[in-house]
C-alpha cells in the first residue's frame, strides 16, 4: 500500500505528523502505515461528545493502539452539539470544524508540520457527489494536500484508495477497528450518497464509479487552474491593480465572464455569485452605468476604461497573488 | 410553459420544424406546444422494429394526435436489432443513431430547417451523471441547440422543465399519451440511473438535484468554453498553424497542458488522451526527443521551437478555426 503520491515529499521529508485516530478502520491503517515506513508520528483522537459509551469505546481503543505501538497520543474533548449551536450549522459540520481546530491545535503544540487525514476514495466519490449535487460549478474532490494556517500542511495519504484496499489489508495483517454505529444510519445526506446513490450508479455502470469520479474532478480541478493560469498570462491587470477593460471587451462572452468572475476573487470579494458577475457585465461597456452593488457591501465601479471594487468605507480591495478561491 | 430560452429564435424565425413524436408524454407536450403557438411544423414517428405490439399502438396513437392537430406526420420504420449487429453498438445505442438519421432524412425531405427533440431537464441530469460516471472531465449535459450536419439545427425546447411539470400540463388540458413499458425495466443504465441513483441523491439533499446539476454541467461548460477563448486570445499558434513554444515553456504546468490538449483538438487529432498530452510534454523541451507519436497513428514533431502533427502520411494537420470538441 503506497500513499498518495502527492504527499510523498511531506512524508519524506523527516518532518513530525500528526496522524487523526478515529479508531475507525481508516485511521488505523493511516497510523499502522505511517508508523512502518518510520514516518515520525504521533497521533490525536478527538472526542466529540457525542455517541456515548461507543465513543469512550474508539477512545479507548485508540489510546491502546498508540501505546502498542510506541506513538504518543493526545485526547481532545469537544462538545459537537454545543458547538453546533453556537456556530449555527450542522451537527456533522460542527463536529468536523471543532475537529479541525483541535487537530491544528494539537499539531502546533507537539511540533508537527503536517495532519494526515486517512480519507479515501469511496470519501472522494461521496464528497465529489454531495459537492455537485449542491451547486458546485463541477466535480470537486477534496485535495491530496492542501496548506492551512500557521504553515501547517493537510495530507490525505489514503485518498487514491478504495475502502476496499483498506479493509483487505487490515485484514491481512490481523489488525481490529472499531465500527461506528452511526455509518449505517440514514440520517444524513453522506449516509443516503455512501449507502444507496453510489451502489446504485455502479450498479448502472456496471464498475464502481469511485476511481472515475475521482478522476473527473481532477481534470476539472486542472481545467479550472488553467482558465485561472492563463487569465493570468493575459495581462488585464493594470499597475493599480485594476482591470483594464478595453482587453475585457474585445474578449467572447465566457471570457469575459471567467475574466471578471476570476478579478472578483483575486480581490477576495466575498460570496462571488453569478449574478454579481452579470452584474459586472452590465458596467463594463464604455456607455453603460459605471458603477454596481455586489454582495458583502462591496462597490464595482468603472472609469477611464478601468474597472475596481471597493468596501464599504469606499477602500480599494486590490487583487492578490496567485489563484484565490 | 415557455420554451427554452436559447431554441426561441429557431422557434420565431418562421422556419418549418421537424418535431419527434414517439407518442410518449415529452413528445406528445412537444408537438402540441408547438402547434399551439403558431410554429409550422411537421411530425415524424420513427418505429424501431422492437417492443412488438406496444410499437404499433405508439405508431397508431403517433398518428392520429397529428391528423387530429392538422400537422404532417411522417412513420419511418428502421430495424434496431439489425443495426445494433451492422454498427457493433448496443441496441439503446443503434436504436439513438438509427433514429437521428430517419429524422435527419425526414426533415431534409419536408424543407424542415430544425428538428426538435423532447428531452427535458431529468433527461439532462440523467445524461450528466452517466457521462460523469462513464469519465468525462466535467458534468457535460446535452445542449439546447446543437447545429448539425446539411445545416439542420437541432433543438431541446423542454430542457429546462422537469418530466413533473410536462406530465401536469398534458394532465391540466385533458391531453393522453403513450407510456413505454420498458421505461420502467431495471434492464440499462438508463433506468437505474434514473429509477434509484437519481431519487437517492434527491432523498440525500432533500430536494431535486435535476436542476442543480443542470446548472453545473452549464456553467462547466462555461469554464471550459473561457478556456479556449483564453488559449485563442494567448495567440500561440505561428502563421504557419504551428504552436510556438517559448510561450508555452513559459506557462505554469495546467496551462501548459491545457494548450497542447487544445492544439491538438483544433488539428482535429483524433481521440486525444491524457497520455497523449504527457507524450507531448516530454517533446516540448528545447534538449528531450524532438518526436513522439499520438493514436491514430498520428506523429508529433517538433523543430525550431514550434511543435506540429503530421498524419500517417506525413501530411501536415493543421488547426481550424473556433472551439473543436
Redesign the interface.
Known amino acids: 500500500m503506497d500513499f498518495h503520491p502527492a504527499c510523498l515529499p511531506w512524508l519524506k521529508n523527516g518532518d513530525r505528523v500528526l496522524a487523526g485516530l478515529s479508531g475507525g478502520r481508516d485511521s488505523v491503517a493511516l497510523l499502522l502505515l505511517l508508523h512502518r515506513v518510520g514516518v515520525p508520528v504521533c497521533a490525536c483522537h478527538v472526542h466529540h461528545g457525542i455517541r456515548g459509551g461507543e465513543a469512550d469505546r474508539d477512545a479507548r481503543f485508540s489510546r491502546e493502539l498508540a501505546v502498542s505501538l510506541g506513538i504518543p497520543c493526545d485526547e481532545v474533548r469537544i462538545d459537537a452539539p454545543a458547538l453546533a449551536g453556537q456556530w449555527k450549522m450542522s451537527l456533522e459540520a460542527a463536529a468536523r470544524r471543532g475537529r479541525h481546530a483541535a487537530l491544528e491545535e494539537c499539531a502546533l503544540s507537539r511540533g508537527c508540520k503536517a495532519v494526515a487525514l486517512a480519507h479515501h476514495q469511496d470519501d472522494q466519490a461521496e464528497t465529489i ?2 459537492r ?8 470537486k474532490g477534496i485535495r491530496p494536500v492542501r496548506e492551512g494556517r500557521h504553515g501547517l500542511v493537510w495530507l490525505r495519504p489514503l485518498l487514491h484508495l478504495s475502502r476496499k484496499e483498506i479493509t483487505d489489508w487490515l485484514r491481512s495483517i490481523g489488525q481490529e477497528w472499531c465500527d461506528d454505529s452511526t455509518n449505517g444510519a440514514p440520517c444524513c ?2 449516509n ?2 455512501r449507502r ?2 453510489l451502489p ?2 455502479d ?4 464498475r464502481r ?1 469511485a476511481p ?2 475521482a ?2 474532478a481532477r ?2 480541478g ?6 485561472d ?3 493570468a ?2 495581462e488585464l491587470i493594470d499597475p493599480q491593480g485594476r482591470l483594464y477593460l478595453p482587453k475585457i471587451l474585445a ?2 462572452h ?2 469575459q ?2 475574466a471578471l468572475h476570476w478579478y472578483l476573487r483575486l480581490c477576495r470579494v466575498p460570496g462571488v455569485t ?1 449574478e454579481g458577475v452579470r452584474a459586472l457585465l452590465g458596467i463594463i461597456a464604455p456607455r453603460g452605468p459605471a458603477r454596481c452593488m455586489l454582495c458583502g457591501a462591496v462597490t464595482a465601479r468603472r472609469r477611464e476604461r478601468r474597472l475596481w471594487v471597493e468596501d464599504a468605507a469606499g477602500q480599494l480591495l486590490l487583487p492578490g497573488r496567485g489563484r484565490e478561491k
Open positions: 457527489l454531495f455537485l449535487c449542491r451547486g458546485a460549478a463541477g466535480p445526506a453522506r443516503i450518497l444507496e446513490a446504485a450508479l450498479r448502472a455502470l456496471g464509479v472515475i469520479l478522476r473527473s481534470l476539472a486542472e481545467t479550472a487552474a488553467a482558465l493560469e492563463a487569465l498570462a493575459l474578449f467572447p465566457a471570457l465572464k471567467a453569478e
